[in-house]
C-alpha cells in the first residue's frame, strides 16, 4: 500500500540512559535546565542545577532507578514502544510511527528523523505529548522542543499537536477501567488520585486571564479562560471525570487528589501526596489504592515514589498496605484512544473536523 503522508509521532518526557549514576547525572542536566521546569534566570538555574542538585542528586536518583528497572530498560522507554507496536498494528505498516523524548534518548529530534526515513515524502507530522494535562513543564516544553527541530530540519512539514485530552471520553474509559479491578477486587478504605506538582507560580504564570488561578475561592471549577492552560483545574476535572464514570460517590470508600515530587522551597501545589499518605494512614485508613492519572505510562514517579517509597510511608504512618494503580500504559482502551485521534488525522484534509 501506498505510504502515508502523515506521520505519528509519540512524546514523553524521557529516561537515563541506565540507572548508572553519570547517566543520571546527564539525563538531570538536560530535564533540569530547561527554562520550563526550573523557571528562573538562567544563572540562577545553572547555580542551582550545578551546585546544588548535580553533586547529590544523580547517586539517590540511580538508586531509585535501580530499583524499577526492567530487563529490557527503561519502563517507560518499553511501554512507549509497547503502545507504538500495537498502535502500528492497528494503523497499518504504511503510517509511519515514531516515539521521541523531551530528554534522554531517543530524542524528538531523533522522533523526526525516523519518520523522515520511514517516509521521505512525508508532508506533516501528528505529534502527541503524552500528558493527559496541560503543565508549562510538560506539554509545552515538547511543543517548543518540537518546534524547534521543526524550524530547523524540516520546516516544509506541517506539524499538527494533539491537545490535552483530560476530557476526552475515550481517554476517560481508559483511566476509568485502569482503576475499576483495583476498587472492585480490593477492600479499600481511599482512592487517592496523585498527580505530578508543580510550582504555584506555574499556574499564575500560565493564567491567560491574569486573575484567576488561585486567585479567586474555587477558582477551578469556576468557568473561566484559564482553564484552557491551567493544570490545576485539569487535575481537578480528570478526577471529576473518573468520578463519575466509576460512581465513587455511590462507593463504601472515600476518594481525593493530591501532588507529588515537589522540588525546592518554594509553594507547590498541595496537599501534598506524602503528607497525604501519612495523614490518611493516622486517621485510620488501612488499606489505599493510589493511582497516577498524570502519567500514562509507569516510570519512577508511579513505581518508585509511590510503589515503593509512599507504600513505605503509609505503613509506617499506621496503614496495612498501599496498592498502586498501574497507569494506562499499553491498555486497549488506551490504544482504542489513540488509534481514533490518530484515524481522524489520517483522513484526507478536507474531512478532518
Given at each position: 500500500m501506498e505510504q502515508s503522508k502523515t506521520g505519528i509521532l509519540l512524546v514523553n518526557l524521557g529516561s537515563p540512559d541506565s540507572y548508572e549514576p553519570a547517566d543520571l547525572k546527564v539525563y538531570l542536566r538536560e530535564f533540569l535546565t530547561d527554562k520550563r521546569v526550573i523557571d528562573v534566570p538562567t544563572p540562577l538555574r545553572k547555580f542551582i542545577v550545578e551546585a546544588m542538585i548535580l553533586p547529590f542528586r544523580p547517586k539517590e536518583s540511580a538508586e531509585a532507578y535501580e530499583l524499577i528497572w526492567w530487563d529490557e530498560g527503561s519502563p517507560l522507554i518499553v511501554i512507549t514502544q509497547q503502545v507504538i507496536d500495537?498502535?502500528?498494528?492497528?494503523?497499518?505498516?504504511?503510517?509511519?510511527?515514531?516515539?521521541?523524548?523531551?530528554?534522554?534518548?531517543?530524542?524528538?529530534?531523533a522522533g523526526f528523523d525516523e519518520l523522515m526515513e520511514k517516509?521521505?515524502?512525508?508532508?506533516?507530522?501528528?505529534?502527541?505529548p503524552l500528558y493527559p494535562q496541560y503543565a508549562m513543564a510538560t506539554t509545552e516544553t515538547v511543543i517548543e522542543k518540537a518546534k524547534e527541530v521543526w524550524q530547523e530540519k524540516y520546516p516544509h512539514l506541517e506539524m499538527i499537536t494533539k491537545d490535552a485530552f483530560y476530557d476526552d471520553p475515550q481517554y476517560?474509559?481508559?483511566?476509568?477501567?485502569?482503576?475499576?479491578?483495583?476498587i472492585?477486587?480490593?477492600?479499600?478504605d481511599h482512592l487517592l488520585f496523585s498527580y505530578h506538582g508543580v510550582p504555584e507560580r506555574h499556574i499564575k504564570k500560565r493564567d491567560i486571564t491574569g486573575d484567576h488561578c488561585l486567585k479567586c475561592e474555587d477558582c477551578c471549577n469556576i468557568n473561566s479562560p484559564a482553564h484552557t492552560f491551567c493544570y490545576r483545574h485539569q487535575n481537578v476535572k480528570t478526577t471529576q471525570n473518573a468520578a463519575e464514570y466509576l460512581d465513587l460517590d455511590n462507593k463504601d470508600f472515600s476518594y481525593s487528589f493530591a501532588f507529588q515530587s515537589k522540588l525546592g522551597i518554594d509553594p507547590w501545589l498541595s496537599p501534598a501526596t506524602d503528607s497525604e499518605l501519612v495523614r490518611l494512614a493516622?486517621?485510620?485508613?488501612?488499606?489505599?489504592?493510589?493511582c497516577c492519572p498524570a502519567f500514562i505510562s509507569d516510570c519512577i514517579e508511579t513505581l518508585e515514589e509511590i510503589g515503593i517509597r509512599g507504600k513505605e510511608d503509609f505503613v509506617e504512618?499506621?496503614?496495612?498496605?498501599?496498592?498502586?494503580?498501574?497507569?494506562?500504559?499499553?491498555?486497549?482502551?488506551?490504544?482504542?484512544?489513540?488509534?481514533?485521534?490518530?484515524?481522524?488525522?489520517?483522513k484526507p484534509a478536507e474531512t478532518v473536523a
Open positions: 500495537k498502535l502500528q498494528k492497528r494503523l497499518g505498516d504504511e503510517v509511519p510511527i515514531s516515539m521521541g523524548m523531551r530528554y534522554g534518548n531517543p530524542s524528538i529530534e517516509n521521505p515524502d512525508l508532508e506533516r507530522v501528528f505529534m502527541i476517560v474509559k481508559a483511566l476509568g477501567e485502569s482503576i475499576r479491578p483495583y472492585e477486587e480490593h477492600d479499600i493516622e486517621e485510620g485508613v488501612k488499606k489505599v489504592a493510589v504512618a499506621g496503614g496495612d498496605d498501599l496498592i498502586l494503580i498501574p497507569c494506562v500504559n499499553d491498555s486497549d482502551l488506551w490504544i482504542d484512544a489513540l488509534e481514533t485521534w490518530c484515524t481522524n488525522m489520517l
